[in-house]
């Protein structure tokens, strides 16, 4: 008998465990797959730092790097958006042209160019400014509020302020370097990490880097925009990845026609960079971006950026040799702090999904009240005609 009591206890106790870790995984899947994402953008800015220190052109790696995210993505896009890939229009289409020319060609092209003139580490530390511009952009189209008395919102106020700050004191300020792990940055003879020393170069960078942010800003609003209209993640992927491919190619025509060499590849660090970036960094990285900015929107995709900056900065120093300098520490820490100040003050402005099955509930409610209303009526009216229907015969 004490067993038959306990096997049902055993089995709700199965079944609380088994729903709760269900729902633990569903809260934490957009955690995972942005941490994905900055591991993996720390992993091309490593990859491609060293192939154009070998003299890959940046707007040749963006064109293959789009084409290879195409012919990766499209079969999966053609079999299984079937059935939620809507009837493309004009409308859709010329945000998806937008698309492909924000973060495909301005953002990519800048990014790359930016970080020839600096290291691996100062172009990733640069980006952690995406989510404050991101915050700036909303406030200018009024997808975000504002309140004077809020600390929240004073929060994010100074944290745009901070990370640009912090951006700044990068850019101008070096200081002693710093060895990471016994090595030191002056170990490498690459050429190519001469121009780190150059303030005019790092301003250089900082220009170009600061304007692939907003164009990256730009680009995950619009996406944001666009899979209202078109919920089809992987097909929107694939056609970014082509017109994106499209479009660099025709830029790189112009930029590399004296140098026609660049387009050939060989079986080295060049090739690695232009199939990893390409696979993970522009067909999975725009996929499961679409993903989480249905659910979390902009803001939270962008609030990982400081982990893509301290795994290049371990990366960089340890594969590439770069000289970590003081000032950029400092002002990568100023970055950061400016940056989680504007998390904080959005964290209060989304409502996680697991708070919307209560909007469904209060709907049940308020039908079953409704109801209630209505039957308690229909006895009420019962009754008066029983109670007229007893006058007339005792008056007749």
Known sequence: MRRQKVRPYL??????????SSNWYERSKPFIAVTFLQFGFAGMDVLSKAAMNKGMSNYVLVVYRHLVAFFAIAPFALFLDKKVRPKMTFSIFMKIVALSILEPVIDQNLYFLGMKYTTATFAAAMTNMLPAITFFMACILRLEKIKIKSIRSIAKVVGTLATVSGAMVMTLLKGPIIELFGRHGGSNHNLHHDADENTQHAIKGFIMITIGCFSWACFVILQTITLEAYPAELSLTAWICILGAAEGAAVAMIMERANPSVWYLKWDMKLLAVVYSGIVCSGLAYYMQGLVLKTRGPVFVTAF??????????????ILAEKLFLGRLIGAIVIVLGLYLVVWGKSKDYKPPSNEPVLPAKQVTEEANTKKEHCNHHHIAISNLRAGITTLEEQA
């Open 11 to 20: 089995g709700l106790s199965c079944m609380f465990i088994m729903e709760s």
């Open 305 to 318: 950026n400081p982990l893509c900056m301290v795994i290049v900065a371990i990366m960089g120093s340890l």
